[in-house]
C-alpha cells in the first residue's frame, strides 16, 4: 500500500536529549513537510523540503533540524534546545504542481518530555 | 498578514440534521483552499479543495463547500450528519503561487445520535 510512514507513534524525551522522528514515504513525492500540532493552534510548519538535499525553515524551526538525503525519507530531530517539545508531529508529503495539490499525511508521533 | 480562521471551536449537531463548519481566510492572490478531517490520534485525511472554477466543490463521505470570494469564505457542509462524522476539521489555504499551506486552529464537531 502507498502511503506515509511515521516511527515511533509514542516517543519519551528525558529533558536534555535529542531526539529523532521518522518519516518515510512510497508515494514518490517530491515534496515533504514537518508540522507540529498543539491543541487549540492548529498545525504549524516546522521545515519543508521540495528536492533531495534541500530544506527550508518553516514559522516554527528553532529547536528541529532536518535531512533530506533520499527522496523517501525526510526525518526529524527535536534537539535540547527546543524548550517546549511535547506535542504531536505530523509528516506530510505532496506532489509540486500549480494548482495546490493536497498533502498526504502520517499517523503522527506523540512525543512527551519526562 | 496571512491567515486562515475558523470561528467556532466546536459545533454540535444531532444526527441527520445538516452541518456548517465555518471558515474565512485572508491571503493574497487566488487563494488554493482545502478542508482536512483528523480523528483522535491520527493523521489529517484531506476532504475536498477548490482550485477554480465552480464555487460548489464536492468532497469525500458526502461533504461539499462553498468558495464565496466576496466574503473570503470556504465553509463546510453535509446536508445530514452522521455520529461518525464526529472529529476535528482543519480548513487550510495556500496563497496563489505560494509553496506553504497555512491551517485553520480546528473546529471539533460532535454529531449526538
Known amino acids: 500500500d502507498g502511503g506515509i510512514t511515521q516511527s515511533p507513534k509514542y516517543l519519551f524525551r528525558k529533558e536534555g536529549q535529542n531526539v529523532t522522528l521518522s518519516c518515510e514515504q512510497n508515494?514518490?513525492?517530491?515534496?515533504m513537510y514537518w508540522y507540529r500540532q498543539d491543541p487549540g493552534q492548529g498545525l504549524r510548519l516546522i521545515y519543508y523540503?521540495?528536492?533531495?538535499?534541500?530544506?527550508q525553515k518553516g514559522d516554527i524551526a528553532e529547536g528541529y533540524s532536518v535531512s533530506r538525503e533520499k527522496k523517501e525519507s525526510f526525518p526529524l530531530t527535536v534537539t535540547s534546545a527546543q524548550k517546549n517539545p511535547t506535542a504531536f508531529y505530523l509528516c506530510?508529503?505532496?506532489?509540486?504542481?500549480?494548482?495546490?495539490?493536497?498533502?498526504?499525511f502520517g499517523q503522527g508521533t506523540r512525543l512527551t518530555v519526562v | 498578514a496571512q491567515s486562515v480562521a475558523q470561528p467556532e471551536d466546536q459545533v454540535n449537531v444531532a444526527e441527520g440534521n445538516p452541518l456548517t463548519v465555518k471558515c474565512t481566510y485572508s491571503v493574497s492572490g487566488n487563494p488554493y483552499l482545502f478542508w482536512y478531517v483528523q480523528y483522535p490520534n491520527r493523521g489529517l485525511q484531506f476532504l475536498l479543495k477548490?482550485?477554480?472554477?465552480?464555487?460548489l466543490v464536492k468532497g469525500s463521505y458526502g461533504f461539499e463547500a462553498e468558495f464565496n470570494k466576496s466574503q473570503t469564505s470556504f465553509h463546510l457542509k453535509k446536508p445530514s450528519a452522521l455520529v461518525s462524522d464526529s472529529a476535528l476539521y482543519f480548513c487550510a489555504v495556500r496563497p496563489g503561487g505560494g509553496f506553504k499551506t497555512i491551517f485553520g486552529a480546528g473546529t471539533r464537531l460532535f454529531v449526538k445520535a
Open positions: 506530510a508529503s505532496s506532489i509540486i504542481v500549480e494548482g495546490g495539490p493536497q498533502a498526504f
Open positions: 523540503s521540495q528536492i533531495v538535499n534541500d530544506f
Open positions: 477548490y482550485i477554480t472554477g465552480d464555487n
Open positions: 508515494l514518490n513525492h517530491d515534496a
